[in-house]
């Protein structure tokens, strides 16, 4: 039994309310309400006086957070280790609050930033659609508003990811240096992110669904012959589709990724932390080279309209690239 189980029961068999005891403690009852849901830990003074109160005592009270802090590492009020001969950085209560709710905050606009991407070819796509099967708009002019339009909307996400980018400036070390956490916030942490559960696999379900279900435009559209205009709009359908389903799985992804983060599970497990660090400089080099590979065949072949597809192509590789990389990191951690 935690402590937050074990204040409600003590409070219960007492007969009092959340109200009732935060009077006794001299705090709000919101105070109380945090305690009891796992949001927050008291301080050692209060549990001090919650013990009193109580009639038991401070040791019944923390024994099961004492053990897990423990077996985590962590430091626990009133106890002091002997100095660590390397200073790791420690996350308190607040620090971990402020990251989740940030993180919650800015995970739509992030998203949001991410549809903009996906949508922006749209309007240029159907308005070159427009110049070519239907007439009344020359194809310099299709190209060029759909260009403003694309660009704009390109600017406008790139801004998004900078701005709230900068507010994550902060907490970068959490994706590349070991942490500890301080006295209880692992258990709130794991709290909010069982709480969260249900939701990120309702979000990641319909995400998915939804990217599936964005091909059945294009499908109808062949079968029932609505010609190459036709085809041309099946596509931009197709992309609002996608659009959507990536902003709802980005959004629900990016707070999930925060619990990842702070509690160092799935990919920010120590581990793959070092690895990360051992690889860091694979995508910098590998993209230098790319760049300059398109430049060349483009500047020698002059036929710029064709070389893009080195992008693609690149992009592919990459993975495959990286992957091999990290598969001999792993290798040559695994030897020592």
Known sequence: MILAEKIIQLRKQRGWSQEELADKLGISRQSVSKWESGMSIPDLDKILKLG?????????????????????GV?????????????????SMQEAETYMDLTQKVSKRIAFGVLLCI?????????????EYKG???????GGLGMIILLGMVVIAVAIFILNGMRF???????????????????????????????????????????????IPLFVG?????GDFGLVTCVSILLVFVAIGVFVMVSSGMVRESYDKLLQTGDYTPEKKEIGRRTSYVAPVYWCIVVAIYLLVS??????RETWIIWPVAGVLFA???GIVRAFAYARRGRR
Not at 56 to 67: A, F, G, I, N
Not at 75 to 91: H, L, M, N
Not at 136 to 142: P, T
Request: glycine share 6%.
């Open 299 to 304: 500047f020698r072949t002059e036929n710029w």
């Open 52 to 72: 009193g109160l109580f009639g038991v005592s401070t040791d019944y009270l923390l024994k099961e957070e004492l053990e897990e802090c423990e077996q985590a």
């Open 222 to 226: 062949t079968m029932m012959e609505v």
């Open 136 to 142: 009344g708009l020359s194809e310099n002019a299709a």
């Open 119 to 131: 949508l922006s070819p749209i309007c240029l796509i159907q308005l070159g659609a427009v110049s």
């Open 320 to 322: 495959a690239v990286y």
């Open 75 to 91: 430091a626990v009020p009133g106890q002091f280790d002997e100095p660590e001969a390397e200073s790791v950085r420690s996350i």
């Open 169 to 215: 400036s902060r907490y970068e070390y959490m994706e590349k240096e070991i942490f500890s956490l301080q006295y209880g916030v692992k258990s709130m942490v794991e709290r909010r992110k069982q709480m969260q559960e249900d939701s990120f696999r309702l979000h990641i379900t319909v995400g998915v669904c939804i990217c599936i279900v964005a091909i």
